[in-house]
């Protein structure tokens, strides 16, 4: 210091920082707050300095990942040695967190190991959000349906929630026997968190999985999108200012000249042909708030002739039209430095009416869902959230055929309050707990649900976690119609789960078992007479392992999953392994990049063990078993330039006739055995091609993240 | 991606020369011995002792923007050092809590909203393959608001270049938009003037060594 060698009186203050287990802190700033006074600790915590400061005084030390240190001290002539204890704040760079059932994928958070961009480049998964889910363990492939299906549970049990408001219907209409893709898609969401079990108890109405989106805030860019698409084309527009944004999407498809060109195993009348405007507006209020609303608005149509099992040329038409809103407001503001509260509401319509052959089903379903949350700090170790919602849900269905009429209506309004705790023991030790408190009015019955998980930190990579949960989910529609006393079905989790971070690399492996009860049951083929009688247990073992690091522009991953589960539910006459559910499900996903050919090409292969199938003809319900199902899907994305992108992509490259299950004619024949025949894929391959242009006044944008 | 960062980092300093401030006080004092060492030092103990001094006189002054900018700015440095990942994130964090310190007392300072821009080009660097896109993108809206606040910031406009050459590369596609706007960042560093004795100097040997590659 310059001034050393003067007369005023110069103190010296020294010591050591620590951690609470008395290891040294080197690079710590301490020094006399509103001083210019004081230096860093050197690589044994040590640290000195001399100030001219006299009386009261503020010593301060500050380090990254510590919590602020502050003493007064008095200055006189002495000098002074002192050693300070910091502790570690629990931030979320290195503290903790509970992973059992849980797949988080974020472009924000830097710890999740699947990606946002990675549901878009997934080959075989088309940009579908739960078509890339399906690569991850804890899913079991069920090539017919395209829903998520989730450790022995039907793809009913997994809801979608969208900024913590639920979806009603999160895919779009389907011919009977081929998948449905999502509606809402990928490049929406800035974090989808996917959980296969165990979840928090701010979701409630779901019996296996969640699928939590978290919308986008403000736009970044003001931007103009068109896409050119083998099976129709869209347009779409950004516009940015400084606190908020507009954009508007508008796509129209029709798979009528696709179908034409390659042949279908479904008998179209008319392909799919479907219209679909969405649009999001943010707008951020005052210093702490944003505002939130997405509208998606869709109408689609198709019509196919189905033809009988026991005779081919006896044909019914089936055509279905769904109109469909989903209207979301969300509004998100901090109370103060340690307190937010959020508040939405969403409200959903869809009016389908399905004709087949000379009967006319008509079904309107609208739903809202109002919901506030408050979360917060209660102190430096204890994260609190606790929130309450309504979701009602009306429902109308008319049904008529000849001179017969039938109407069926209900109301269900389940009100709900939940509360959830993290608590800290430290950086490495976290419990998560909570309870979820329902009543639903149709039942008049109140539900207390638990749910309990922790995490242990074993190093600075790896970590174990355990989660139990009690979880419940009204019957399906088809039964509260006809009784509208029938229980909730429940289920309860136990899982347990190994997870290995490191470079880039991920090694997880899950444990699980979950319980069923009260799951809907009537006798022989007549869902009429419902009680909730059914049972039913799930049990299995995943791994996921995903490397980015090791190979120069490849990034791969490999998930498997093993599933036993039985049921005796519906009109199982025992108890048995659902159609649905397979045993062994395998996963390898792979993306490289070629930079000579400005492309990315991926490839996913996903194996399924053969599901189960019930032949009428034999004496054991549901005991046969399907081939395998197999497929190899290719992507392959060009960039020619920075705003343009060529994409394009095939399924099922190696054409295997994959069987999803066999139907059955319900009369038998002549001779008394019953005609079958198999559910095969709509087409060998699915193959789409897509020219997606972007014009922004930045150029170096492109539509990759969001395809 | 990585290596244009180590080029880029290490030319950072090539343009800078080193003045001695005008203002014989304390504060000029300080200033200039930290700056001088976020903008040369090698070692990652130095840089957080720099860092930690200029913290301090943030503290103590309490309406200059500069002491913020030049912190997060050696926490950049010190980003760039650390191996990884994570490190290099959390102090890239502590980079991004400094330029918002600097924006509370000058809002509308377009240094301090290039820095911003900085960050998310080295953010990148962490994993280019999966943060390329989503960042620079970032980068360029940020570096484009410093720009709209003053059109004579150099160092907006070789981060700038610096982002389209990294983009054109990565895909192959020419570099004939990044060198165009390379050589209108050198045009506007030989131009560059400042009231400010503590205005940033750094970035033109960025620019330069970017002008030599568009050859």
């Known amino acids: ?707 | 991606m990585k290596t244009r960062a180590i080029i880029l980092i290490l030319s950072v300093l090539v343009g800078y020369t080193n003045k001695v401030f005008g203002n014989d006080n304390q504060y000029a004092e300080a200033m200039a011995k930290n700056i001088q060492t976020v903008y040369s030092s090698q070692s990652i103990a130095e840089l957080q002792g720099a860092v930690n001094a200029l913290e301090r006189i943030a503290s103590a002054e309490k309406t200059k923007w500069e002491p913020y900018y030049y912190a997060a700015f050696g926490d950049i440095m010190i980003a760039h050092r650390e191996q990884e990942g994570t490190k290099k994130d959390a102090f890239l964090d502590q980079a991004i809590a400094n330029i918002e310190n600097a924006k509370k007392i000058s809002a509308k300072e377009s240094e301090i909203v290039a820095l911003e821009g900085f960050v998310h080009i080295i953010r990148i660097t962490v994993n280019p393959a999966t943060r390329g896109q989503q960042y620079s993108g970032l980068a360029m809206q940020t570096l484009g608001r410093a720009l709209s606040l003053n059109p004579e910031n150099p160092r907006a406009l070789a981060l700038i270049a610096q982002t389209q050459y990294g983009t054109a590369q990565f895909l192959g596609s020419p570099t004939t938009e990044a060198c165009a706007t390379n050589a209108a960042a050198l045009e506007k560093f030989a131009t560059f003037k400042s009231e400010n004795p503590l205005a940033p100097k750094w970035g033109k040997g960025m620019a330069e060594e970017v002008a030599g590659n568009c050859k």
């Open chain 1, 1 to 707: 210091m310059l001034m050393t060698l003067q007369s005023f009186a110069q103190v010296k203050i020294s010591g050591h920082v620590v951690e609470a287990g008395g290891d040294p802190i080197p690079g710590v700033n301490v020094f006399l707050a509103g001083t210019y006074d004081g230096g860093s600790t050197d690589v044994n915590g040590y640290f000195e300095f001399q100030t001219q400061a006299q009386g009261r005084s503020l010593l301060t030390a500050r380090f990254v990942g510590y919590k602020e240190f502050a003493q007064e001290i008095e200055i006189q002539s002495e000098n002074f040695e002192f050693t300070i204890k910091l502790t570690e704040t629990i931030n979320e760079l290195q503290a903790v967190t509970i992973t059992a059932g849980a797949f988080t994928a974020s472009d924000v958070s830097r710890r999740t190991v699947f990606r946002a961009l990675d549901i878009a480049t997934t080959a075989g998964a088309t940009a579908d959000i739960a078509g890339a889910l399906n690569t991850l363990p804890g899913t079991q492939k069920v090539g017919e349906s395209g829903r998520l299906f989730v450790r022995g549970g039907d793809g009913n049990e997994t809801r979608t929630f969208i900024d913590g408001l639920v979806v009603l219907d999160a895919y779009k209409p389907s011919a009977p026997n081929t998948p449905s893709r999502g509606r809402f898609l990928p490049f929406m969401f800035k974090g989808t968190s996917f959980s296969t079990g165990g979840y928090s108890a701010e979701y409630g109405q779901a019996l296996s999985s969640a699928l939590v989106l978290d919308s986008k805030d403000k736009g970044e860019l003001t931007r103009t999108d068109f896409g050119i698409l083998s099976v129709g084309g869209d347009v779409g527009h950004t516009q940015v200012w400084d606190h908020g944004s507009i954009g508007g999407k508008v796509q129209y498809t029709n798979l009528r000249p696709y179908v034409g060109l390659i042949n279908q195993e479904v008998d179209w009348e008319n392909a799919p042909v479907s219209l679909e405007a969405s649009t999001a507006f943010r707008q951020e209020v005052g210093k702490h708030g944003l505002f939130k609303f997405y509208g998606n608005f869709n109408l689609s149509n198709f019509s196919l002739y189905q033809h009988g099992i026991d005779d081919y040329n006896q044909t019914t038409l089936y055509d279905l039209t769904n109109k469909y809103q989903y209207l979301n407001g969300f509004y998100k503001t901090s109370l103060n430095k340690n307190w937010s509260a959020q508040g939405g509401i969403s409200f959903t319509s869809i009016d389908e009416k399905a004709l087949l052959g000379a009967s006319l089903i008509d079904e309107l379903q609208k739903g809202l869902h109002i919901k506030t949350v408050v979360a917060g700090s209660l102190s430096e170790n204890v994260e609190l959230r606790s929130g309450v919602e309504i979701i009602s849900r009306a429902y109308d269905q008319k049904f008529s055929a000849d001179a017969e009429r039938n109407f069926y209506s209900f109301h269900e309004i389940v009100s709900a309050a939940f509360v959830e705790a993290d608590l800290y023991a430290s950086n490495h030790f976290v419990v998560r707990t909570g309870a979820r408190l329902e009543h639903v009015n149709l039942t008049r019955q109140f539900s207390v649900d638990p749910r309990l998980s922790l995490a242990y930190k074993l190093g600075a990579d790896g970590q174990v976690s355990i989660a139990y949960g009690r979880f419940r989910q009204s019957a399906k529609d088809e039964f509260i119609k006809v009784d509208p006393l029938i229980d909730a079905e429940k289920a309860s989790h136990f899982i347990f789960n190994y997870q290995y971070v490191k470079n880039n690399k991920t090694f997880r492996v899950e444990t699980y078992y979950k319980s069923y009860s009260d799951l809907v049951k009537y006798p022989d083929a007549d869902p009429v007479k419902l009680s909730n009688d059914g049972t039913g247990d799930a049990k299995g073992l995943e791994v996921f392992w995903r490397d980015n690091e090791s190979i120069n522009r490849l990034d791969y991953w490999i998930s498997y999953s093993y599933l036993d589960t039985r049921r005796n539910y519906l009109n199982f006459p025992h108890r048995a392994t659902p159609s649905f559910a397979s045993k062994h499900n395998v996963s390898v996903v792979a993306k490289y990049f070629v930079q000579k050919i400005k492309s990315q090409i991926g490839a996913t292969y996903s194996f399924t063990s053969g599901r189960p199938y019930n032949d009428p003809n034999t004496s054991v319900f549901n005991q046969l078993r399907t081939p395998y199902y197999a497929d190899l899907s290719f992507n392959w994305s060009y960039l020619p330039t920075t705003s343009v992108i060529v994409y394009f992509s095939c399924t099922n490259l190696i054409g295997r006739d994959n069987i999803f299950g066999y139907e059955y004619s319900k009369i038998p024949s002549a001779d008394g055995s019953f005609n079958g025949r198999p559910i095969r894929q709509p087409a060998p391959r699915f193959l789409f091609l897509g020219i997606f242009i972007t014009l922004s006044r930045d150029k170096s944008v492109n539509q990759l993240p969001s395809l």
